[in-house]
């Protein structure tokens, strides 16, 4: 029986000389493959855009076991069309990267209509966006924010059970940030205050592994995860600053994801804002 579906791209392979196997992130059954054919492609230069990364796709398919052949779509359309993301080479490195970003996050994905619609949402708003500062940070904002929808968000609250310096220096969003900076004085603050990435909270002790963060740094989570899409240019980072979230935010999620892969395009990416 055919079924209607709306899906994002997430990948395409290369199957023989005619075909495609594409994946994408489903709204109504999660992460599915389909096979498609290249020749009909070939006819029609518009079908070629259906299957680039991160397009947004309607179409048909029937998704009953098939002698393990992966179901072909058919009466495929674009249900939204990107205006300036294809065309700004800032937003389409950032799309290059979110769309690997996602195929190995969303790898075991089922059914998840507010995943979908957060991933959805979040890519429109690139398109539009026209604040560099905005489009600096991005990134950043989308990664924290999906932890929250595949269930491995961290747990930001403080209230651990040792005797913390209420007083903080980090008293501002100027200062707090800061921190991030590895040169910074504020990073030999004597604290005991640290972040267990493993377990994904603050702990009052050094966790006998390497993955977790110091005060310096630990301190700076709660404001930074409340960066959201219109206070994205709030958030005066440096360089180096972005460079360290982000290696900190793709080690979190490598360790809570299994088998989650080096991503060629993180290279790419902090060449652009290098």
């Known amino acids: 029986m055919q079924e209607t579906l709306r899906g994002i791209v997430l990948r395409t392979v290369k199957y023989g000389d005619t075909s495609l196997i594409v994946d994408l992130f489903t709204e109504s059954r999660g992460r599915q493959s389909f096979m498609t054919s290249t020749q009909r492609a070939k006819r029609s230069v518009r079908s070629v855009s259906f299957w680039q990364p991160l397009s947004m796709v309607e179409f048909s398919a029937d998704l009953r076991p098939n002698e ?9 359309r674009t249900y939204y069309n990107y205006k300036d993301l294809p065309f700004s080479p800032v937003k389409s490195t950032l799309a290059l990267f979110l769309a690997e970003f996602l195929c190995a996050a969303l790898r075991e994905e089922k059914e998840n ?12 708003w ?13 990134h950043l904002a989308f990664l924290m924010h999906l ?12 209230n ?66 409340r960066m959201n899409y219109p206070t994205l240019h709030l958030f005066r980072l440096s360089r180096q600053d972005r460079q360290r979230i982000l290696h900190v935010l793709n080690e979190y999620y490598r360790l809570h994801i299994p088998n989650f892969p080096e991503l060629k395009s993180l290279e790419v990416l902090k060449e652009l804002y290098s």
Do not use: M, W
Not at 113 to 124: A, C, D, G
Not at 174 to 197: A, E, G, H, I, K
């Open 68 to 76: 393990g052949k992966l179901p072909r779509p058919t009466d495929v």
């Open 113 to 124: 209509p507010p995943l979908y619609q957060y991933v959805e949402s979040s890519l429109q």
């Open 126 to 138: 690139l398109d539009l966006a026209d604040n560099p500062a905005a489009l600096a940070n991005f």
């Open 147 to 158: 932890s929250r929808f595949i269930g491995i968000y961290p747990n930001l609250d403080v």
């Open 160 to 225: 651990v059970n040792h005797n913390l310096n209420h007083n903080s220096k980090l008293s501002t969003l100027n200062s707090q940030l800061s921190t991030l900076n590895p040169n910074s004085q504020l990073s030999t603050v004597n604290c005991r205050l640290y972040f267990d990435l493993l377990a994904g909270c603050y702990c009052d002790h050094q966790p006998p592994h390497a993955h977790f963060l110091r005060y310096a740094e630990a301190q700076a989570l709660p404001t930074l995860f």
